[in-house]
T-cell receptor, first 112, second 114 residues
Framework: SQLAEENSWALSVHEGESVTVNCSYKTSITALQWYRQKSGKGPAQLIL?????REKRNGRLRATLDTSSQSSSLSITATRCEDTAVYFC????????????FGAGTQLIVIP | NAGVIQTPRHKVTGKGQEATLWCEPISGHSAVFWYRQTIVQGLEFLTYFRNQAPIDDSGMPKERFSAQMPNQSHSTLKIQSTQPQDSAVYLC????????????FGPGTRLTVL
């Protein structure tokens, strides 16, 4: 089983709306990351949220972390067509670096 | 900074042929990672190097896959006797040091085995 998993396979919203992608994880973590992958590109980090943080913002993006329930969310406000992508949560096992464990990803489609 | 460079971007091989994929990490990064991505399996870890030394190859299929990092500026992933199930996007990533959580990914090489 995966260490990190998003809760939705796919979401669609109309441009300008807000959307939230949820993630659950199964290990103690020092940080959780959210990545975005656009078609034909590799994943790119959006936000890193450390285990002692409850919320982190980056422009229109907001990530939350709840270590008691081992869950995280990524919210995007005022969505744009260019937000159409696959969104992954990812973590390392415990404090060890090295391989990143990715969820299966959530495909977000923003409809013009 | 050109980012992580992967060549070729697309490769088509016949069943049983060899495929070599190249990765040039970001200059100064000490760690290089290889992942494989398919619709069915998602993102799978294959192997990684730190300071050119192999650290973890637990994700590598043992028989036909090998990876090397002969110098700090490039790594190769070689697949011998390719099979249709090897068809995937192979992603290379690099990161700067133990304190950096972010991995920087290249665009990937799409391998198609006919």
């Amino acid at each position: 089983s995966q260490l990190a998993e998003e809760n939705s396979w796919a979401l669609s919203v109309h441009e300008g709306e807000s959307v939230t992608v949820n993630c659950s994880y199964k290990t103690s973590i020092t940080a959780l990351q959210w990545y975005r992958q656009k078609s034909g590109k590799g994943p790119a980090q959006l936000i890193l949220i450390r285990s002692n943080e409850r919320e982190k913002r980056n422009g229109r993006l907001r990530a939350t972390l709840d270590t008691s329930s081992q869950s995280s969310s990524l919210s995007i406000t005022a969505t744009r067509c260019e937000d159409t992508a696959v969104y992954f949560c990812a973590t390392y096992r415990g404090s060890a670096l090295g391989r990143l464990h990715f969820g299966a990803g959530t495909q977000l489609i923003v409809i013009p | 900074n050109a980012g992580v460079i992967q060549t070729p971007r697309h490769k088509v091989t016949g069943k049983g042929q060899e495929a070599t994929l190249w990765c040039e990490p970001i200059s100064g990064h000490s760690a290089v990672f290889w992942y494989r991505q398919t619709i069915v399996q998602g993102l799978e870890f294959l192997t990684y190097f730190r300071n050119q030394a192999p650290i973890d190859d637990s994700g590598m299929p043992k028989e036909r896959f090998s990876a090397q990092m002969p110098n700090q500026s490039h790594s190769t992933l070689k697949i011998q006797s390719t099979q249709p199930q090897d068809s995937a996007v192979y992603l290379c990533a690099s990161s700067s040091d133990w304190g950096s959580y972010e991995q920087y990914f290249g665009p990937g090489t799409r391998l198609t085995v006919l």
